[in-house]
């Protein structure tokens, strides 16, 4: 007897087809499984066997092969037990109907349960581009499979379903549509929460309407930390297809909501400083998503900057230019989108207090001196905004006035970003942080005095190629903020703001 059973496989983000051949014949009674399998499918021989007798079918005394192709591609995990049991199902004769429009995916517990996977969703939109009609996946991922449009989503508890819903018992009801609401899409935090600060928040609107990655240097208690964990309530909503691309990352990691299945927030990820270069960038054996591609589409907060390794923090480096990062082992090389914003903060020294006013700095030159030089120029160069953060006065914080909300900011964010997303219409660019060196000549045209300020600017600051680029992308983006088509003098002259702390600092 033979049959055949789709399943589908998983590698880092990337799914493939795989068909699950089943033959039984005349022999020694054993089961093999060929195909390239690692050892965890393999062991679905015993889970297989087990889940028959749980529903009360005899294990074939004959020889039994199953066979995973392509047989040169690698299977790991265990989402291929479903699509095992249904192929034995289908030779020994408990099911008879065409099963070609049909996928099945997820693991068999030893009593017939289906239990639940990580990386559903990318394996699901592949079954809907490859044409199958359903896909039968553990209950448990049902909803998150369900974001996925033209295609029948059947969630499964236990196997004995899958027997009554092809004998014509009790058939399967396709998972209903998960539909998110205005709700998830932002937190409840509020810019409204933050006292003073003007300087920082225009700084922190800016970096949302262009994406730009953003420093913030001040004293402890100055508000670093509470200014960062609100920039997503002023970035603009996430597309679908955002939503999808962030959702397959947080799936194949297992960090789904099961409430909520469909990312809709922008991530914002914080590590501490102790993370190690692999959790930061991905690694594995079989390469994970490290916290650089979870926050893909949203934010990167790093808090204590300068505590985090060296090592640690030159990965940054390359994934910041190119939005991807590669992870290469022996045996694979996997590639996993990272295009994020980098928000850090940090202290001026070690104490804390370095070169403010109202407060003595214990630290000597040096000590000052080598807490700063833990942040590489290379490093350094990649922030487009340097904003000092200074402590809250007594007026501002005592003050009754209600501060500008998320809301209204999010409103110029978004329509900057709607004249960005126009100008870059055809292309991948999808804000001014994005704009590569081969049309920023074009979009960013400069008057006759703002060329000249530039000119001076490059000289006597003494910039690099990267430095100079990223101040043209800021003042475009201070230039979209002003609806101006071209960058003026007074747009130079702010960005330039944002670029002095690197020289006051770091005396570069």
Not at 104 to 126: K, T
Request: charged share 25%; proline share 5%.
């Amino acid at each position: 007897m033979y049959a055949k059973v789709n399943s589908l496989g998983l590698w880092g983000l990337n799914a493939f087809p795989v068909d699950v051949e089943i033959e039984t014949s005349k022999g020694t009674p054993n089961m093999d499984i060929i195909g390239l399998a690692d050892t965890v499918v393999k062991e679905s021989r015993e889970r297989i066997r087990s889940a028959l007798r749980a529903n009360y079918i005899n294990f074939p005394l004959a020889k039994i092969i199953v066979n995973l192709a392509p047989a040169d591609t690698k299977k790991t995990g265990s989402m291929h037990d479903l699509a095992i049991f249904v192929g034995m199902l289908c030779v020994l004769g408990h099911i008879k109907q065409d099963l070609s429009k049909s996928a099945f995916v997820g693991e068999v517990s030893l009593n017939g349960d289906v239990r639940g996977i990580n990386g559903v969703l990318p394996m699901v939109l592949l079954a809907k581009r490859e044409g199958f009609a359903n896909v039968f996946v553990p209950a448990d991922n049902a909803y998150e499979a369900s974001v996925v449009d033209g295609i029948n989503v059947c969630g499964v508890k236990n196997v004995s379903e899958i027997i009554k819903h092809y004998t014509g018992e009790c058939e399967i009801t396709p998972q209903d549509k998960y539909i998110p609401t205005a709700e998830d899409i932002y937190d409840k935090l509020d810019f409204a929460d933050v006292k003073g600060q003007k300087m920082a928040k225009k700084a922190l609107e800016l970096a949302a309407a262009g994406g730009h990655n953003l420093l913030m240097i001040g004293a402890p208690g100055s508000g670093k930390s509470m200014l960062a964990k609100r920039i997503n309530t002023i970035l603009p909503a996430m597309t679908f297809d955002e939503s999808i691309e962030t959702t397959n990352i947080h799936s194949v990691c297992g960090t789904l909501d099961p409430q909520r299945p469909l990312v809709t927030k922008r991530p914002f990820r914080s590590p501490h400083h102790t993370i190690s270069a692999a959790g930061l960038a991905g690694g594995g054996t079989i390469p994970h998503p490290g916290e650089i591609s979870l926050a893909h589409n949203g934010v990167l907060f790093l808090d204590e900057l300068p505590e985090f390794s060296r090592v640690t923090l030159e990965i940054l480096r390359q994934p910041l230019e190119e939005k991807v990062v590669t992870i290469s082992r022996a045996n694979c090389t996997i590639t996993y989108p990272c295009s994020f914003m980098l928000i850090a903060a940090m202290n001026p020294c070690p104490c804390g207090y370095y070169g403010n006013p109202k407060h003595e700095c214990r630290c000597s030159p040096n000590q000052v001196s080598m807490y700063l030089s833990r942040i590489s120029g290379p490093l350094l160069d990649r922030f487009d905004i340097h904003v000092r953060i200074n402590p809250v006065d007594y007026e501002s914080i005592s003050s009754t006035a209600k501060e500008e909300s998320s809301a209204a900011i999010r409103e110029r964010v978004q329509k900057a970003r709607e004249i960005q997303l126009e100008r870059f219409k055809g292309t991948d660019i999808t804000c001014n942080a994005r704009i590569s060196d081969g049309i920023i000549s074009e979009v960013c045209v400069l008057t006759k005095d703002a060329s000249e300020m530039m000119k001076s600017v490059f000289d006597k600051m003494g910039l690099s190629a990267r430095g100079y680029n990223r101040i043209l992308k800021l003042a475009r983006t201070i230039a979209d903020m002003d609806v101006s088509e071209v960058i003026d003098k007074q747009h130079i002259a702010q960005a330039v703001q944002y670029r002095t702390l690197d020289r006051q600092f770091w005396g570069r």
